[in-house]
């Protein structure tokens, strides 16, 4: 079992930054995926960024540039560094891990990122 604990999230203004981490404990097989997802008010929980154990990297779109992934593997935790917040970003933001060849089966409680205008 893997128990995944997010922490970082808060209220900011746009333009700000914010750091959310996570951390995974629990049995973590070696090659597998850690993640971020977000989940707007009324909308569909959506991919934002994820980073496979050796290092690969994708991010949405919307967050290229400003948003960055990254992983402390001795510690199995991953940070999601988030730039230029806009308000748009508001959204709960909830970590994921999957095994390689799997689907995402473990996630975090959530935390909440509010951005004002």
């Known amino acids: 079992q893997v128990q995944l604990v997010e922490s970082g999230g808060g209220l900011v203004q746009a333009g700000g930054s914010l750091r959310l981490s996570c951390a995974a404990s629990g049995t973590i097989f070696s090659s597998n995926v850690m993640g971020w997802f977000r989940q707007a008010p009324g909308k569909l929980r959506e991919p934002v960024t994820t980073?496979?154990?050796?290092?690969?990297?994708s991010y949405a779109d919307s967050v290229k540039g400003r948003f960055t992934i990254s992983r402390d593997k001795a510690k199995n935790t991953v940070y999601l560094q988030m730039n230029n917040l806009k308000t748009e970003d508001t959204a709960v933001y909830y970590c994921a891990l999957r095994e390689l060849s799997s689907t995402w089966n473990y996630w975090g409680q959530g935390t909440q990122v509010t951005v004002s205008s």
């Open positions: 980073m496979t154990s050796g290092g690969s990297t």
